[in-house]
């Protein structure tokens, strides 16, 4: 993504200011002045007054409760990118590549 703006907005985070590297008050502590930090081209924060850092896919993981892999399609249904389904497992044993002798 070129704006990662729209996803911290959708994930509730208020942001303001100019250039990459933007500021708001923490989602997670009582913040009074803004020690929430985001970049929005590419997608991390931090903040501050020791909460964290990370990626998008971070922030959606602390914020929902929920998992790592469920934030990453969360963050890419906001996107509206489509994902493409794990591929199947194979049932049965393992397949051999020639016969052992």
């Known amino acids: 993504m070129k704006d990662w703006l ?5 994930l509730g985070v208020t942001l303001r200011g100019r250039g ?18 985001a970049n929005r081209t590419t997608g991390s924060w931090r ?4 909460c964290g850092s990370g990626s998008v896919f971070d922030l959606a993981a602390r914020l929902r409760g929920i998992p790592f892999g469920e934030a990453v399609r969360l963050v890419a249904d906001i996107a509206g990118v489509p994902m493409n389904p794990p591929p199947r497992r194979r049932s049965g044993p393992p397949r051999m590549w020639g016969t052992w002798r």
């Open 6 to 10: 729209p996803i911290f907005a959708a």
């Open 20 to 37: 990459p590297w933007l500021s708001g008050r923490c989602p997670f502590h009582d913040d009074h002045s803004p020690s929430f930090s």
């Open 47 to 50: 903040c501050w007054s020791g």
